[in-house]
């Protein structure tokens, strides 16, 4: 069941039932409850998209970690894989805060955000909701750090987002 997913003070906000919106001016944006993924609609093809996340990562002076070619390495191994591409990157200064709460946060931090091409050719941007990632940790004592990164996810996936 896909939710609709909308970004709200540094925050995302999931209502209702709906598929992603055309045309109205807002990005298409998807996440499922039962998981805490947020999928970002791509305006733009695999390698445009790519370039352009990394820009503003870099634009917005956070560190890129590292660029796992995931359907390269499939290759490797003799299996076929759509395009995907996993960006690692963070800030320690406020990745470690979670940490500093519960040593098992590091899991999830730095930040994953994974670019993959569906069955029908589109690309997207996909993430873990940063309030799931407070949940599966029990982690209550950084709401402030939760919503600025929910805020940076957020725009650096508006650089890409469908309109």
Do not use: C
């Not at 947020?38 to 990394?54: C, F, H, I, K, N």
């Not at 003799?78 to 470690?96: D, E, H, K, Y």
């Amino acid at each position: 069941m896909l939710k609709r997913s909308i970004p709200i003070l540094g925050g995302m906000l999931t209502i209702g039932t709906l598929l992603p919106l055309a045309g109205n001016g807002a990005p298409q944006t998807s996440a499922t409850s039962e998981n805490g993924v947020v999928q970002v609609g791509s305006a733009y093809p695999m390698a445009e998209t790519l370039d352009r996340l990394q820009k503003d990562i870099a634009a917005k002076g956070i560190k890129l970690f590292s660029v796992v070619d995931q359907s390269g390495l499939a290759a490797e191994a003799g299996i076929a894989l759509r395009p995907s591409t996993l960006l690692v990157f963070g800030n320690p200064a406020l990745g470690a805060q979670f940490m500093t709460s519960n040593p098992v946060a590091g899991l999830d931090w730095p930040v994953r955000l994974l670019v993959f091409q569906d069955e029908k050719g589109g690309v997207w941007a996909a993430y873990t909701d940063f309030r799931y990632i407070a949940q599966r940790h029990g982690i209550r004592d950084r709401d402030a750090a939760f919503a600025k990164a929910s805020e940076v996810i957020a725009s650096i996936t508006s650089s890409v987002a469908k309109r």
